[in-house]
């Protein structure tokens, strides 16, 4: 049977009543945490993870990642819920060891599982170290992130950690165009390749 993540989301959601649980959720960057953050602000207490290894180059992630403190100074001066933000190391060779031997892949393919793999396993051993009731991953609002993978490694995760994984795909109720408009709400720079060298030069050969 094909699940529908974000029905699971929307019936996860109706049983909190008034209770909301701290989520730890990781950014790949600001434009798509832009709707992410909005949206789940109504139900969790959110704490943002950045932790993106794979980006390249080092000026693209530090650029990133103050975008990604921008929006959320932007989103805090609005709400009362304040997020919270969690910085990581940035160490570029832990994914170009993930990733060898699937540098030509297509974005999709393994190269992007093991990236993905990388990203939830810190998230979810971040959530489990400091408490958190959840964690998820703001990937799969993008249309070339696969959901079905992403919930299915979180999940796998989630068994490790022994922290509850939300469910999602943020792709729908139309995420990805939220966040495209979101993003010129708060003014934040849209990088045109997913974030490895790998995907900059494949955008670039097109
Ligand atoms: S294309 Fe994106 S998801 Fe795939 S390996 Fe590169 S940074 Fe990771």
Redesign the pocket.
């Known amino acids: 049977m094909v699940r529908n993540f974000q029905r699971e989301l929307d019936a996860l959601i109706e049983t909190l009543g008034d209770r909301r649980p701290k989520l730890l959720l990781h950014s790949c960057c600001g434009p798509c945490s832009s709707y992410v953050i909005t949206y789940l602000n109504d139900y969790f207490d959110i704490t943002v993870l950045y932790f993106n290894p794979?980006?390249y180059p080092t000026e693209e992630y530090l650029h990133r990642k103050e975008v990604q403190l921008d929006l959320i100074e932007k989103i805090n001066r609005e709400t009362e819920h304040e997020v919270k933000f969690i910085d990581s190391d940035y160490d570029h060779d832990s994914f170009l060891e993930i990733?060898k031997g699937h540098e030509t892949d297509p974005?999709c393919g393994e190269?992007?599982r093991e990236?993905?793999l990388q990203r939830l396993t810190e998230t979810g051993r971040v959530a489990a170290e400091n408490g958190f009731e959840y964690f998820c991953s703001t990937l799969s609002v993008s249309p070339h992130k696969n959901a079905a993978l992403l919930n299915e490694l979180g999940e796998a995760v989630a068994a490790q950690v022994r922290v509850l994984w939300l469910p999602s795909d943020f792709k729908k109720k139309e995420g990805y165009k939220r966040s495209i408009e979101l993003s010129k709400v708060y003014d934040l720079y849209r990088q045109d390749y997913?974030?490895?060298e790998?995907?900059k030069n494949s955008r670039l050969s097109e």
């Open positions: 794979s980006i990733a974005e190269r992007c990236c993905y997913c974030g490895c790998f995907s």
